[in-house]
């Protein structure tokens, strides 16, 4: 029945890709509200800061919009999609020369958000940008390493390599506090 459920979604999700492709605004809209919380969480993690994170998206989804007829495979729209926004995250970091500026401050009047300033979020900062792209794919976008590969132009084996080093890190980082 799962299986049944997974197939007719895939279909609707392809339908809504030949109308976006057709100019059809209403169904990029319907595309976008299905990957858009998985997109800003990839791009906060990568950009560290919310107006960077939200700039990243808005250039996805305007870049995204205006070249998705050179979308080959209806089904990749997800993929697609992600390889844009890490490419636009990389474009942003190189930019402002990689380096991760200080932590955000609360807006006046708005409580911080102390969960995201622990340990783990500082550990994944440091991490280098490609190992925090993968990390991002995998854990936030929930891509496996085949799929990652393809988005990154590397072997899957490479990509699992790279994820387990970063992982180690990260796990290194916590113990030493």
Request: charged residues 35%.
């Amino acid at each position: 029945m799962k299986d049944k459920e997974n197939s007719r979604e895939i279909q609707f999700k392809e339908e809504l890709v030949r109308k976006v492709k057709n100019g059809d605004t209403k169904a990029f809209s319907l595309l976008y509200a299905g990957v858009c919380k998985e997109m800003y969480k990839f791009a906060l993690y990568m950009m560290k800061h919310t107006e960077d994170a939200e700039d990243a998206v808005s250039e996805t989804v305007i870049s995204a919009f205006e070249n998705i007829a050179k979308l080959k495979n209806e089904s990749s729209f997800k993929s697609w999609i992600f390889t844009i926004l890490g490419n636009q995250c990389r474009k942003m970091l190189g930019k402002r020369g990689n380096h991760a500026s200080e932590e955000e401050t609360p807006e006046a009047g708005h409580e911080p958000d102390y969960e995201q300033h622990f340990d783990v979020k500082e550990a994944f900062a440091r991490l280098e940008e490609e190992e925090r792209m993968i990390l991002s794919y995998s854990v936030f976008a929930g891509y496996g390493s085949e799929e990652i590969a393809q988005m990154l132009e590397m072997n899957a084996a490479t990509v699992r390599s790279k994820k387990s080093r970063a992982l180690g890190k990260m796990r290194k980082m916590l113990e030493a506090g």
